[in-house]
């Protein structure tokens, strides 16, 4: 293996985001708020563990002492751990500090059970990954909800930004979890087995498959005809991605120049850029859509994804009934009703593509695959419907590749 700082795997938008967010005053306030209230928590948290669980010691737990020191020695860390056996019938592991002595780390009976000692390492580096990253440095959730007497100490836009670094954070942890465990399948498999709950092979397991659900994720119509309030439902309140997207950054991180030269494992066939522009893609999945947003942009999106998904439903035959269940499942009922002049919003589109030019791309890009619902809504994308997605997503400046893939990973995988 080669030897190189651990620290260089962490995700790009980790790290530009943990510093940005550790500079807020509203996030200092919050420390510091947290900081006074927890006082002694790391004390009790450590006596309530030992008092209802197993702290394993290398007597008691050889494998598990192996495998940790195995994974310090990997990524440099040299911060004392305990270990402890919390006895659970699920798959589940944390980290835990207090303000001083030592990591806290705990594992569920059934993990430590179940996982072979490649993903046990791959579990345990994850975890000292968070470690590593001083991800522990900005508690999470707490952060972003604690209040004073006047609400809540971070405003409603720092709150955002807070669950998308613990997102990329995440992604973070996996990479130092790979470092570890030394195998992208290894790695994405301990993943498998945690979303699906199987420790044995009833399904074979499909890995690429597996991480291809991100373009029907992508692909998903959302309901906006009722607007959500409450912030439990929706994605970008969630502090972890969504697995298919672990599962496809591990996967392409395990393919970059970068991890096989650490590895000592021959050239890779991405850059270490390459694989953060994936991630950065599909981390925007959880990110609020133009469809839930609002403002002038998200206005102007919605409207464009009207007038485009008219025009592709027209490019073949009549626009259909399926097809506008489809418009009317992304954008509701009142924002897609039947076109009165199809010519007239093919018109408008023109001027709509223009003005989104400057539009994120990531935005640009979730309009393009909403597009393919549209199309697909009756069973069957026509040629006709192809080319006018092809032509809008070019005059977007969104690569072709989008829609083959979104296509690809919308259709029904048991065909």
């Known amino acids: 293996m080669a030897d190189l700082d651990a620290r260089g795997v962490q995700a790009r938008r980790d790290r530009a985001l943990r510093e940005e967010l550790a500079a807020d005053r509203g996030v200092k306030k919050a420390r510091e708020k947290f900081e006074h209230r927890a006082s002694g928590y790391g004390f009790r948290h450590r006596r309530s563990l030992l008092a209802e669980a197993i702290r394993l010691n290398k007597r008691m737990a050889p494998a598990v002492s192996e495998a940790l020191a195995d994974c310090r020695a990997a990524l440099g860390v040299d911060t004392p751990v305990e270990v402890y056996l919390v006895p659970k019938p699920v798959y589940a592991a944390f980290l835990s500090r207090g303000r001083s002595g030592p990591l806290i780390l ?21 975890e000292l990954g968070h470690a590593l990253f001083d991800h522990l440095g900005i508690p999470m959730p707490v952060t972003a909800t604690i209040e004073d007497i ?71 119509p959302s309901a906006a005809h009722e607007v959500r309030d409450d912030d439990d439902t929706l994605d970008c309140f969630s502090t972890h991605p969504y697995t298919p997207v672990r599962v496809r950054a ?154 083959e893939q979104t296509l690809a990973g919308a259709a029904a995988p048991m065909d």
């Not at 594992?107 to 994850?126: D, I, K």
């Not at 790979?178 to 199987?198: I, Q, R, W």
């Not at 597009?371 to 009756?378: K, Q």
């Open 106 to 126: 705990g594992l569920s009976s059934r993990l430590l059970e179940e996982f072979t000692p490649a993903e046990l390492r791959f579990v345990l580096g994850h």
């Open 150 to 220: 006047g609400g809540t100490l971070v405003s409603r836009p720092v709150q955002l930004r807070l669950f998308v670094w613990c997102r990329a954070a995440e992604v973070s942890a996996d990479r130092a979890g790979l470092l570890c465990a030394g195998d992208p399948e290894v790695a994405a498999t301990a993943f498998f087995k945690m979303s699906s709950g199987l420790s044995r092979p009833v399904i074979k397991t499909d890995l690429e498959a597996f991480a291809s659900q991100v373009e029907s994720l992508a692909s998903a």
């Open 250 to 403: 591990l996967l392409a991180f395990g393919r970059s120049q970068d991890f096989r030269a650490r590895r000592g494992a021959g050239p890779g066939d991405l850059t270490l850029d390459e694989v953060e522009h994936i991630v950065e893609r599909d981390l925007a999945l959880m990110e609020p859509s133009y469809l839930e947003d609002r403002g002038d942009e998200a206005d102007r999106m919605r409207r464009a994804l009207y007038c485009a998904g008219v025009a592709v439903a027209a490019a073949h035959q009549d626009v259909s009934e399926a097809e506008l269940s489809a418009l009317r499942a992304l954008l509701g009922p009142k924002q897609a009703r039947p076109p009165e002049d199809v010519a007239a919003v093919k018109a408008e589109l023109e001027g709509l593509l223009a003005a989104l030019a400057t539009a994120p791309l990531a935005r640009r890009a979730q309009l393009v695959q909403h597009l393919t619902v549209i199309a697909g809504a009756d069973g069957h994308v026509a040629d006709e419907e192809h080319a006018e997605m092809s032509r809008i997503a070019s005059a977007l400046g969104v690569p072709d590749q989008v829609i």
